[in-house]
């Protein structure tokens, strides 16, 4: 039914009809949560169901915290030695579902920053997560920071939503956000995830093609696409990274549900 619906161009139409139904039938438990937490202000439930696929903030809850202790021991065994704070950008920082759990976790250790293209994203993060300096970004690279700004920049599900020119192009950019010894730890649907795809589809990534899928926004939900090894490869000798892992099971790579890829500026 996606692929057709993909086909048609009708996947964003379905997507708002989905949207509508997910919210109202969280409007119980979210409402619960919220008297639970009154003194954290979530972001809607569209919003949430817009970059999640669900519209639940228990969920959203219980997923950015599992994540955040996956990314908490990635940049505890990766990130670059520095005299002070650690600086770490969350590239894609949606409204700061895993930026609230991984501050908390830590702490003084690291300066926290995040940047969408989303203004409903950014407006939903500054107010979900207190003293993390979130700034709107735009689709196309550069982000709106120095080149060297960062020890660490990490983007969880973000490739994902990209076609390859795009996917290429932000690396790229990633790259000049790092400091040398710099940290990228980044997100794909690799080859777990490729059965997902038609025959035709599922030929091409498996000779090594990044594939994007067509039909929805570039960068929404709804636009999907998947990174053999051999493309992240490519995308990394591009942007002058050297890849350090490639995790596609165990602990980290389950909470995410995605492959991570962990690179190294040099
Ligand atoms: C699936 S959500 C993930 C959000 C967040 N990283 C998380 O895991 O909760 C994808 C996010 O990517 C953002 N996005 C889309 N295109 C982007 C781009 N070109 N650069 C950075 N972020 C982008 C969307 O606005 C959305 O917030």
Partial sequence: VIAALRRLGL???????????????????????????????????????????????????????????ALAALIGAHAPATTGPIEILEWGCGPGRLLRPLQARLGRRVRLSGCDPL?????????????????????????????AQFDGVYGV???????TGAAAAWMKDIARLLRPGGLAILTTHGPRHASRLDAKAAAR??????????????????????????????FAAGAGLTILAHLTEGPQADAIGQDIWLLRKP
Avoid: K
Wanted: net charge positive.
């Fill in 119 to 147: 203004a409903a994203c950014v407006a939903g993060a500054r107010r979900y997560v207190a003293g993390v300096e979130i700034t709107q970004s735009r689709r196309a690279p550069p982000a709106p920071y120095p080149a």
């Fill in 11 to 69: 996947l964003g139409l379905a997507d708002a009809a989905l949207s509508q139904r997910a919210a109202h039938e969280a409007r119980a438990i979210n409402a619960s949560v919220r008297a639970a937490h009154t003194h954290i202000t979530f972001p809607p439930a569209a919003l949430v169901f817009e970059v999640q696929g669900y519209a639940r903030l228990d969920w959203f809850m219980e997923s950015g915290a599992r994540q955040a202790d």
């Fill in 205 to 234: 990534f498996a000779a090594g093609a990044h594939v994007a899928l067509t039909g929805a926004a570039q960068g929404s939900r709804t636009f999907a696409s998947y990174t053999p090894p051999a493309a992240m490869a490519a």
């Fill in 157 to 163: 599900s973000i490739l994902t939503h990209l076609p």
